[in-house]
């Protein structure tokens, strides 16, 4: 049997759990709702659950104004663009670094978790950040990257 590369792995699953984060986040815009909401709600005859007023932040900026579902589609599209590679960040250190990635899931999934329809993207986020780890403690480096390493600039 073969070795498993985990860089790749996680980056096929880093790829996924970002284009999921943009659709979330799209779907985010017509269907706003704070995923927590539960936790000290106050539940109403008519009405149903209320948010606790501790949440009042949360409530404004996911509900009110979408700014974290707008902040996780910024940063969804960013990975994508870093995961599978534009042509102006091929072979540059900004591509190269794994552990540039497993900061930008980890922040991907603190935003997605927190409305509604991001809740896998973070999960998947959090294991490709996981899978990251692993391949740094094992030190593998990206073939792609070690073969353009001298090449900066040039096509």
Same mark, same amino acid.
């Given at each position: 049997?073969?070795?498993?590369?985990?860089?790749?792995?996680?980056?096929?699953?880093? %790829?996924?759990?970002?284009?999921?984060?943009?659709?979330?986040?799209?779907?985010?815009?017509?269907?706003?709702?704070?995923?927590?909401?539960?936790?000290?709600?106050?539940?109403?005859?008519?009405?149903?659950?209320?948010?606790?007023?501790?949440?009042?932040?949360?409530?404004?900026?996911?509900?009110?104004?979408?700014?974290?579902?707008?902040?996780?589609?910024? %940063?969804?599209?960013?990975?994508?663009?870093?995961?599978?590679?534009?042509?102006?960040?091929?072979?540059?250190?900004?591509?190269?670094?794994?552990?540039?990635?497993?900061?930008? %899931?980890?922040?991907?999934?603190?935003?997605?978790?927190?409305?509604?329809?991001?809740?896998?993207?973070?999960?998947?986020?959090?294991?490709?950040?996981?899978?990251?780890?692993?391949?740094?403690?094992?030190?593998?480096?990206?073939?792609?990257?070690?073969?353009?390493?001298?090449?900066?600039?040039?096509?």
């Amino acid at each position: 049997m073969g070795k498993l590369i985990w860089h790749e792995l996680s980056r096929y699953i880093s %790829l996924t759990a970002s284009v999921y984060a943009v659709w979330a986040s799209l779907w985010g815009f017509f269907f706003r709702k704070f995923f927590w909401d539960f936790i000290g709600g106050i539940l109403r005859s008519p009405g149903g659950l209320q948010p606790s007023p501790k949440f009042a932040v949360f409530i404004t900026v996911i509900v009110k104004f979408p700014i974290v579902q707008i902040l996780t589609m910024g %940063l969804g599209i960013t990975i994508v663009a870093l995961e599978y590679p534009i042509p102006s960040l091929k072979g540059t250190a900004i591509h190269r670094s794994i552990a540039l990635r497993v900061v930008l %899931l980890i922040i991907q999934a603190a935003g997605a978790v927190l409305f509604y329809q991001g809740t896998n993207a973070a999960l998947w986020s959090l294991i490709a950040a996981m899978f990251y780890i692993r391949a740094l403690a094992l030190r593998e480096k990206m073939e792609e990257a070690i073969k353009n390493k001298d090449r900066v600039g040039q096509v």
